[in-house]
């Protein structure tokens, strides 16, 4: 690296943006419409996280979530090769889903969802309920580009949400972690939390002493500005020299250095992927995914549609 390259790196990290993993150039406003950081930081531990932010009103923008297909309800897809089958600028990974851990092609998606205006999968109660919130709210993004976050009714349709909305494209996740400006991660329910959202247990007996949300790990979030003109893209690896984060440090991240008001969290781990269109045209994962190279086989992913910016 030469010295006016070093310089220019030097002051894009104070910046918050950095060098990708593999030493690329990761340009801050790749597409119009859209702002990329690449940020790390050694507190509360080593960490490495990617943001993108949309601006909902900019010219070029649209989306789409991965489409039905298979036996169940989705056939499974890495992120880079639905970014690639879409020819999107960008994408990350979105919904739970079951079976897992399964090497099988199909899965069934946990939770609302929607691909270009239908519906295939619905509020629900889910078997992981030490993780998952019962009928969590999701997040549409409307064919004008009008996103907001989506609640269900449980004793009425479970496709039906109680806002004035038309659902286009849908992704869920495991709950809403940030609420109005506040962190708001789910507890369990317990002789000291009535109204706890989540079940003690699981593989690890999850409690509100020992947290599923409380494991550092990699972590997908999506959120909204308070003027919902901002959509905002999340990840941190738990690989390359990141450790991960909690859901709760994930939030308040959101919160404080991307002015986010509501997010919902997406899944996670091994699921954990952001892909980005390079210069050349070819998307590629600029996250370091903790399931191989080429990221885990998903449910569900995100792809977001824009324009590049003329040089």
Known sequence: MNAVRMLIAWVLTLLGVALGPAGAWQDPQPFIGVTYTERAASSPRPIRMHVAQIDLTAPGIRFKVSAPGGDREVVRQTTLDFARQERAQLAINGHFFLPFPSEDKTAWVIGLAASEGKVFSAFETPAQNYALVDFAPALNIDRDNRASIVTGDPVADPTRVRE?????????????????????????RDDDHASGKLTPGGPANYSNL?????????????????????????????????????????????????????????????????????ANGAPAIVNVPSDGSAGRSVATSLAVFAQRRER
């Open 164 to 188: 004035a909305v038309s659902l286009w494209n849908v992704v869920a996740g495991s709950s809403q972690i940030v609420t109005n400006g506040a962190v708001s991660v789910p507890e369990y």
């Open 210 to 278: 020992k947290a599923w949300a409380d494991v550092a790990t990699a972590r997908t979030a999506i959120g909204l500005s308070r003027d919902q003109r901002t959509l905002t893209l999340f990840t941190v690896d738990v690989r390359g020299g990141s450790e991960g984060m909690r859901l709760s440090e994930v939030a308040a991240v959101l919160i404080r250095d991307f002015a986010v008001f509501n997010a919902l969290n997406l899944d996670g781990g091994g699921s954990t992927t952001m892909v980005m269109e390079g």
